[in-house]
C-alpha cells in the first residue's frame, strides 16, 4: 500500500511442507459479512472474520458511515446494524487501499444512499477498471463520476434507481455482487445474467439473512427494498489462501499437509479440480456446512504433476489461484496451457505478465498469452523476481523455492498483508525456509 515500509521475501531452496495449519478467514465472505451486517437489521455476530488490511478497510469505511463495530479481535467481530436506510454520511473520501472488492461493492450501495462519497484508493486500484461497476449502475439511475473509469469515484447519492436486467459482459463476482447490492434500492426486481458461475457467496448470505433473492441456473433475481436481518456468520478458511499450501505440498516431495476448515464453495474449488486433474494427491474429510457455506479439512500429499489444458470453464471457479497455479505448472511434467483468463490482466497486477516474467527469470519456458500462458514444466533456479506489489504473486513465489535450485528474492512483498497477515509465520512452521526483510 502507498506509505507502507517496503519489504522483500528471501526463500531457500527445498523443504516441504507438513502437519495441520488454518489459514485466515475468507477475504470474500469477511467483506460481505460486514456490508451486509451494517445494513441489516439487529446485530451480527462474526466469528473467523480476516484481519487482513482489504477486509479492515471495508470494515473502517461503515464506521466512517456511522456504523458501530466491535472488534475484530482474533477474528470476531460484532456489527450493530443500522439497517437498510442508517448509514450516515462520512466526513471525508472513504479509502480503500488495495482492496477491488471493497470499492466496487461499495460503490452498488452507496449509488442507493442519500449522501455523495468519494471512494479512493492506493496505486493499484488506481490502475483499476472501474468502468465495469459504473456503466450498469448507470443504467439503474446512478451518477458515479471518475477519472475515464478510474479512481478516485464521485458517488452521488439521492438518486431513485431502477431495476434493470442485466448480462453481464464477463464472469465477475464483484460486479454481480456491486448490481445485487444496487438492486436492493432500486423500485422492482433486479436481474443479472452470468456468462459463467463465480463465487456465490453474496446470494447466499443475502438468501441467510432472509431477503428475498432467487437464483435459477445462471440468473439472479433480487428484489428491490426489502429488509436484512442479521444472522451469525462464521468465516471459513480462504481456499485462496490455503492454496498457496496445496501447491506446496504438490510439489515437494515428502510433504503431507492437512488446511483445515477451508470453504469448498463449488464456485471456488476450481483449483482442487485442477490440482486433481494434474496428479495430485488431495482428500477432503470432515466436510459440513456452516452459515450456508461447505467447509473441508483438505489434505495435500506430494505426488508428481503432470501439465494438463486447463478446461475454461475451470477458470472462474480459481480465478484468484492463478499465481500459485502457475507454479505448480512449472513442476509438471509437460506443457499446461491455460486460455480464457484475460481477468488476469486486470487483477491487483496484470497476473499474467507479472508472472511469466518471473518464471523466465527463474529459468522456466513461461510464455504469456493475450488470455492466458503457456508453461512448459521444468527445473527452477534461483533469481531476483518482482511481486509488483501484488499479494498473490508474492505468495506464489515463495512456495516455488520449495522446488528450486537457489534462493529467490520477491521483491514488494508487503501486501501480502492484505489477504494473508501471518504468511509468514504459518509457512515457516510448515516447512518453508523463508524470511522477510525490509528494502
Ligand atoms: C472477488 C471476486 C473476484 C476475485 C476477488 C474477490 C469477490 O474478482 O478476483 O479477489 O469477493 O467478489 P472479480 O469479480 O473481478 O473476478
Redesign the pocket.
Known sequence: MSGQQQKQYIVQPGGKLTGECRVPGD??IS??SIILGAIAEGTTNITGFLEGEDALATLAAFRKMGVEIEGPEQGRVTVHGVGMNGLTLPEDAIDLGNS??SI??LCGLLAGQKFNTVLKGDNSLAKRPMGRVIDPLAKMGAVIGSNEGKLPLHVQGGNNLYAISYELPM???????CLLLAGMYAKGKTTIVEPAP??D??ERMLAGMSYPIEVEGNKITIEGEGKLMATDIDVPADI?SATFFMVGAAIAPGSDMTLCHVGVNSTRIGVINILKMMGADITLSNETVTGGEPVADIQVRYAPLKGINIPVDQV?LA??EFPALFIAAACAEGQTILTGAK?LR??ESDRIQAMAAGLVILGIDAQATDDGMIIEGGIMGSGEVDSLGDHRIAMAFAIAGLQAGGTIVIKDSANVTTSFPKFVELATAAGLVLDEIDG
Do not use: N, Y
Not at 464472469?171 to 455482487?177: D, F, I, P, Y
Open positions: 477475504k470474500s467483506h460481505r477491488g472488492t466496487r461493492l464472469a465477475s463476482a464483484q460486479v454481480k455482487s463465480t463465487r457467496h453474496s485462496s472462474p480465478i484468484d481477468e486486470v487483477k
